[in-house]
Nanobody, 116 residues
Framework: QVHLVESGGGLVQPGGSLRLSCTAS????????MGWYRQAPGKQRELVAS??????DYADSVKGRFALSRNIPKNTIDLQMNNLKPEDTAVYYC???????????WGQGTQVTVSS
């Protein structure tokens, strides 16, 4: 079983930056895909950014502001979030899909709040 642990959430003013990290309990090279989803109150969970053999995929609302990267030796993915807006406020969840099992794994979530 793969465990995902997120860190880096918090409170930031509009225009500020945060960097989220997600560390997996196993080699991320053995995962089919990894990425970040978010869920705001009263809304459905939505894809923010993901990386797989197909490449990088970003939500239109974050293109040009967010960047997803992998640190393979540390089994970690990072989401650099710049020029944050109030509408980015949500609980952010790390996600991974097993390469063989295709099982979905989820982190516990980390709160990101953008407010002045």
């Amino acid at each position: 079983q793969v465990h995902l642990v997120e860190s880096g959430g918090g409170l930031v003013q509009p225009g500020g930056s945060l960097r989220l990290s997600c560390t997996a309990s196993s080699s991320i090279d053995r995962l089919y895909a990894m990425g970040w989803y978010r869920q705001a109150p009263g809304k459905q969970r939505e894809l923010v950014a993901s990386i797989s053999k197909s490449g990088l995929d970003y939500a239109d609302s974050v293109k040009g502001r967010f960047a997803l990267s992998r640190n393979i030796p540390k089994n970690t993915i990072d989401l650099q979030m710049n020029n944050l807006k109030p509408e980015d406020t949500a609980v952010y969840y790390c996600h991974a899909k097993g390469s063989t099992s295709r099982i979905d794994y989820w982190g516990q979530g980390t709160q990101v709040t953008v407010s002045s």
